[in-house]
């Protein structure tokens, strides 16, 4: 959970995102240790030259020399490629289930209703209010059935099912990654892109690094302490966008 961005939009909502987490920090497993940003020296001035934008919208966040990361973080031993470094003490982790279940509860008590196996397949907006034109799937989809749902354009393949409508007098987006397809439906202009991360669990024997919040390398290998072990992410900078399911397991991630 960080609002170390560059765009002023992103560092807004998650502001206003962690003054929500601080106040459930216990119900969503909130970390606040912060966020330590390793960077060459091309992307350490680029860095830099966000950081008034940061803190006029509120977020804190400090600057570090090699040698104060290595005073800082003294697991991080390997100074060569480090131009300097940015820790924003108000990001940190979430446990996701917690936060899950925290927004399902919540979402209960205000009388919201979930609807399982359901797609939108189409959006009505030329009346007083929003239809929706939406199909349940009367089993639950194989893995194949929902790669094929959530990437095809166009019907694809059939599948059991009913048609059912909603209406609403408004809709809110909150797909992320999925987000093009129904942008698409409504003619509206798209401005994500979906990005395969993969990650990996570390086993952690001699290294705890419990006390810090997320790391990320000048690499953009991020990591942070998982319970007893160390779990680390990456996505290559080379890789097209797109949706893409494969994992390329342990060869991906050398010693």
């Not at 979430?94 to 899950?100: G, R």
């Not at 893995?143 to 909603?166: K, N, S």
């Not at 419990?210 to 991020?222: E, K, L, P």
């Not at 007893?228 to 010693?255: C, R, V």
Request: hydrophobic share 35%; net charge negative.
């Amino acid at each position: 959970m960080r609002a170390t961005w560059w765009q002023a939009i992103n560092i807004a909502l998650c502001r206003a995102s962690i003054e929500y987490y601080q106040r459930v920090r216990d119900e969503v497993g909130f970390r606040q240790k912060g966020y330590l940003w390793l960077y060459d020296a091309d992307a350490y001035q680029r860095a830099l030259e966000h950081l008034p934008l940061q803190r006029k919208l509120g977020h804190p966040i400090e600057t570090l020399t090699p040698a104060e990361v290595n005073r800082r973080v003294p697991e991080i031993d390997k100074l060569d490629g480090i131009a300097g470094a940015t820790f924003s003490p108000d990001d940190g982790l979430i446990n996701p289930n917690l936060l899950k279940e925290h927004y399902r509860h919540r979402a209960l008590k205000l009388g919201a209703q979930f609807l399982d196996r359901s797609y939108v397949v189409g959006f009505d907006v030329g009346g007083p209010d929003v239809r929706l034109e939406c199909w349940q799937s009367d089993e639950a989809l194989t893995d194949e059935g929902l790669v094929r749902l959530m990437t095809q354009d166009g019907p694809g393949e059939a599948e059991p099912g009913r048609i059912f409508e909603l209406s609403a007098d408004s809709i809110v987006l909150t797909s992320g990654a999925w987000t093009p397809s129904a942008l698409k439906m409504l003619g509206l202009r798209n401005y994500t892109e979906p990005i395969r991360r993969q990650i990996c669990l570390v086993d952690n024997r001699t290294t705890n690094l419990a006390n810090y919040g997320m790391i990320v390398d000048t690499s953009g290998v991020y990591f942070h302490n998982e319970g007893a072990h160390i779990l680390a992410g990456y996505s290559p900078p080379d890789e097209p966008p797109g949706y893409h399911f494969n994992y390329d397991g342990e060869p991906f991630f050398p010693k």
